[in-house]
């Protein structure tokens, strides 16, 4: 009996028509040419329409100094860029994220709950603007909760990041102090109109100030932006709906608003702005 022949190692049908020039797949191609050097990424564009009066971006460009620019652009860059869906949740009440948005198009509202569970509007972030600060320098819990007014396009930075940002750039300190000062003005000028004005001259007040500031313009009187419900508007200014009806139809009576389904157009601002220094202290 003959012995039986030992076979070839990693013996296969193709082994021996296998090209014995081919590059291993595991190994770089030293023909490869190599890619292009990493660049920071763009910095998303500011909108045609500017950014908004008051909001952080805002007062960046009315610095309007090399440094605030380069502040600008920084941010700009800064973070992911996220789109969010009417009515979704931003930032929850209570939560301890850290996280900063920055709002790159569309609005965005801060409200708490009241007792019964019922969020209650406490005010309105525009496009420019920041929201999560507090919590990002502070480190306590988040304030208010944010949803969505709207879609919305953001930036999502992380606490280092802006902290980062703010001690880069000493001018960025500076706009986000004026940013904050407004909010309180703003916050302050509500207190006051609960204490000494009536209930039309809050509303007029409130509508001529999102007309001036957010409002879109066109050739039949300015959209007032975001849409709020009378449930809302009447939660800005401390009034119940029902008053807020009463005020807006007043208001459209005069001839200063014509009232939509959907939409609320301001055709005179002037004429608004009357109605609303009739009420304030000392008029």
Not at 22 to 37: E, N
Not at 151 to 173: C, E, F, N
Not at 208 to 230: E, H, K, W
Request: with cysteine; charged share 25%; glycine share 10%.
């Amino acid at each position: 009996m003959r012995p039986a022949q030992p076979t070839a190692p990693n013996h296969h049908p193709d082994h021996h028509h296998a090209n014995p020039h081919r590059q291993d797949p595991r190994q770089p191609d030293p023909t490869a040419r190599p890619g292009p050097p990493a660049v920071r990424p763009p910095a998303a564009r500011p909108p045609a329409r500017g950014w908004p009066e008051g909001t952080l971006l805002a007062e960046l460009r009315r610095d309007g100094s090399p440094a605030a620019l380069a502040a600008e652009q920084d941010i700009l860059r800064l973070g992911t860029r996220r789109v969010h869906g009417h009515d979704e949740t931003l930032i929850l009440y209570q939560d301890h994220g850290r996280f900063v948005l920055l709002l790159l198009d569309g609005f965005a509202k801060a409200t708490v709950e009241d007792t019964a569970g019922t969020p209650v509007l406490l005010d309105v972030r525009a496009y420019g603007d920041i929201v999560g600060e507090a919590a990002a320098l502070d480190d306590r819990p988040r304030s208010a909760t944010v949803s969505a007014a709207g879609p919305v396009t953001v930036r999502r930075i992380s606490q280092p990041d802006w902290l980062h940002w703010l001690g880069t750039h000493p001018v960025a300190g500076i706009a986000l102090s004026r940013c904050l000062v407004n909010r309180s003005r703003t916050a302050t000028r509500r207190l006051v109109g609960l204490a000494s004005e009536q209930v039309v001259n809050r509303l007029a007040h409130d509508l001529a100030d999102l007309a001036r500031r957010y409002g879109s313009a066109g050739p039949r009187g300015i959209t007032v932006r975001p849409r709020l419900t009378q449930v809302e508007l009447g939660a800005l200014i401390g009034a119940g709906e029902r008053r807020v009806h009463h005020a807006l139809h007043e208001l459209a009576d005069r001839g200063l608003l014509r009232l939509g389904r959907r939409s609320t157009v301001v055709l005179s601002l002037p004429g608004l702005l009357a109605v609303a220094a009739e009420g304030e202290p000392g008029r």
